[in-house]
């Protein structure tokens, strides 16, 4: 298994323009997180999905950024108009549902937005 | 609710010595524990998980971990700590009613001195 694939790795990016993070689960992993970490704050669960439906999207910090799920196998978070405090590694994490496996995280994708 | 809680973010061991990175949790019904670590650059990875069965759960890279019911407590060690231990190291915890949604610890930077 390839594991979660995340794409791109690095994303340079200027202000105010539209930013697309990709992630590829493993397959029959049938929840997915998307995850914000920064020095500051953190490691942040963004939103939440469970057989591609968003269970839990409290932690997507305004209406700039959304994110999608159309099938099992794709997911999208999109930040529109992108900022410089939007600058992160955003990672995409799925699991399994029971047992309780952990989750697995992808490489992270790296957005600078200058 | 659950939470975590990691004493110490940030730990100092010098190379061959004991490490020790403290976690206690707080879960209303019995729960699943897990270790993850983040190299630098890197996603985050399991490292051992308590789910059922024997209480000390031994993990990848000589780690190991002890689930403490009366203390609530999920502590992290290894006997002997390798420079290429220095990373930062999260605890999670996951209620076994949940399915698989996990709620991480604040993260636990761990030094390796010469």
């Known amino acids: 298994d390839a594991g979660v694939i995340q794409s791109p790795r690095h994303e340079v990016t200027e202000m105010g323009q539209e930013v697309t993070l990709r992630c590829k689960p493993i397959?029959?992993?049938?929840?997915l997180f998307w995850y914000r970490q920064t020095m500051m704050r953190g490691l942040e669960l963004l939103i939440y999905?469970?057989?591609?439906?968003?269970?839990?999207d409290s932690g997507m910090p305004e209406d700039r950024f959304s994110a999608k799920m159309p099938n099992a196998s794709f997911s999208t978070l999109k930040i529109q108009p992108s900022e410089p405090r939007d600058s992160a590694v955003y990672f995409c994490?799925?699991?399994?549902?029971?047992?309780?496996?952990?989750?697995?995280f992808g490489s992270g994708t790296r957005l600078t937005v200058v | 609710a659950q939470s975590v809680t990691q004493l110490g973010s940030h730990v100092s061991v010098s190379e061959g010595a004991l490490v020790l990175l403290r976690c206690n949790y707080s879960s209303s019904v019995p729960p699943y524990l897990f270790w993850y670590v983040q190299y630098p650059n890197q996603g985050l990875q399991l490292l051992l998980k308590y789910t059922t069965g024997a209480t000390l759960v031994k993990g990848i890279n000589g780690f190991e971990a002890e689930f403490k019911k009366s203390e609530t407590s999920f502590h992290l060690t290894k006997p002997s700590a390798h420079m290429s231990d220095a990373a930062e190291y999260f605890c999670?915890?996951?209620?076994?009613?949940?399915?698989?949604?996990?709620?991480f610890g604040e993260g636990t930077q761990l030094t390796v001195n010469p």
């Open positions: 999670a915890v996951s209620k076994e009613t949940s399915g698989s949604r996990l709620t």
């Open positions: 999905f469970n057989n591609n439906v968003p269970i839990d």
């Open positions: 397959s029959g992993h049938n929840s």
């Open positions: 994490a799925s699991s399994g549902d029971r047992p309780p496996r952990g989750y697995t």
